[in-house]
């Protein structure tokens, strides 16, 4: 084993240590084995100490050069997952990655610097990549119907993820929690739902309404005759919820009806629909969606299109609202 993969090994132990979420040390682990094997082939570097930002800017180069899914960390990989028969094999990459990737190769050199383990940091003087932010689609309630009545609420998992949908709508709350979530985590008193381990690690409440209401009832009642699972949206099983099959089943069920929709898309739009529509603010908002600032909040919702900025204007209206 080379200096730098030790190196890795070292960051994957620190970052294990802070309980970042898996998702998170699958992104650090796989960019950073990428960029490994790419300083090994490329320039015979096997110590981080080594590397200069140079070659880093070369890297980037070679990114916006290669195609998607045409290198492998590991070449045994490529004949279980099979890229070359994905439809978006060999084609650019997006800025957004790159700007991903990097930003978890700054992490790795920043971490190093920090232990002592290199004496110059090679990411001091390399600027992060913005890519152009793309406006999400603001649903129609017309389309927003359109995919809740193509669910079978006569099928457990049809049903599961009908109610999901829909909660997500009317809280903002993540997939990846919305999949976690547990009977006690509901309190219908209050018409909360405290939310235990979000992204930044701590606790929240979100909020819901009557008819979300009712409709988490309703499932409760039917879950309990076919499971007694600890969660509150389980698979037939009983076990978690895979969020990638809840995400698969909201995408197939959208292209159904031709609407094109994730779980993400419903955060993004119960965050424009609570702006807009309800005329909320984005402290509150903040809070609510579990973001660490207003800042954070405020880049990622303020990719309004000029409709939705006149909608919400109407709102406020100096002569409308003045009676002038």
């Keep these: 084993m080379s200096e730098i993969d030790l190196q890795l090994d070292s960051f994957m132990l620190y970052c294990d240590s802070k309980h970042l979420?898996?998702?998170?040390?699958?992104?650090?682990?796989?960019?950073?084995?990428?960029?490994?094997?790419?300083?090994?082939?490329?320039?015979?570097?096997?110590?981080?100490?080594?590397?200069?930002?140079?070659?880093?800017?070369?890297?980037?180069?070679?990114?916006?050069?290669?195609?998607?899914?045409?290198?492998?960390?590991?070449?045994?990989?490529?004949?279980?997952?099979?890229?070359?028969?994905?439809?978006?094999?060999?084609?650019?990459?997006?800025?957004?990655?790159?700007?991903?990737?990097l930003r978890n190769i700054k992490v790795f050199f920043n971490f190093l610097y920090s232990e002592h383990e290199i004496k110059i940091n090679p990411v001091d003087n390399i600027k992060n990549i913005k890519p152009k932010r793309?406006?999400?689609?603001?649903?129609?309630?017309?389309?927003?119907?359109?995919?809740?009545?193509?669910?079978?609420?006569?099928?457990?998992?049809?049903?599961?993820?009908?109610?999901?949908?829909?909660?997500?709508?009317?809280?903002?709350?993540?997939?990846?929690?919305?999949?976690?979530?547990?009977?006690?985590?509901?309190?219908?008193?209050?018409?909360?739902?405290?939310?235990?381990?979000?992204?930044?690690?701590?606790?929240?409440?979100?909020?819901?309404?009557?008819?979300m209401s009712n409709d988490l009832k309703r499932w409760m009642q039917y879950r309990d005759r076919f499971s007694d699972s600890i969660y509150l949206f389980p698979t037939i099983r009983g076990t978690k919820l895979d969020v990638r099959n809840f995400e698969k089943t909201l995408r197939n069920v959208g292209e159904k009806v031709g609407v094109n929709i994730h779980p993400h898309l419903l955060r993004n739009n119960?965050?424009?629909?609570?702006?807009?529509?309800?005329?909320?603010?984005?402290a509150t908002l903040s809070r609510i969606l579990g973001h660490s600032s207003v800042d954070v909040t405020m880049k990622a919702y303020l990719d309004f299109t000029d409709a939705e900025i006149g909608r919400k204007y109407q709102s406020h209206s100096p002569l409308n609202n003045l009676n002038l």
Excluded: M
Excluded at 68 to 86: D, F, G, H, M
């Design 270 to 282: 119960f965050a424009k629909y609570y702006l807009i529509e309800g005329n909320g603010d984005f």
């Design 134 to 211: 793309k406006q999400k689609a603001l649903l129609s309630p017309e389309e927003i119907k359109k995919v809740l009545n193509a669910f079978d609420l006569t099928k457990f998992h049809s049903y599961r993820c009908w109610v999901q949908t829909r909660l997500i709508l009317d809280t903002g709350i993540r997939a990846s929690e919305c999949c976690a979530l547990k009977p006690d985590n509901i309190d219908f008193k209050t018409k909360s739902i405290l939310i235990e381990n979000p992204k930044n690690n701590q606790e929240r409440y979100v909020f819901f309404g009557f008819k």
């Design 21 to 101: 979420s898996r998702k998170t040390l699958a992104s650090y682990n796989q960019t950073l084995k990428l960029f490994i094997l790419y300083l090994k082939d490329n320039f015979k570097i096997d110590d981080a100490a080594k590397v200069k930002s140079s070659h880093i800017r070369h890297y980037i180069q070679y990114l916006r050069e290669r195609g998607k899914y045409t290198v492998a960390s590991k070449e045994y990989s490529k004949q279980i997952n099979l890229p070359e028969n994905r439809t978006d094999y060999n084609k650019q990459i997006s800025d957004t990655t790159i700007a991903n990737y």
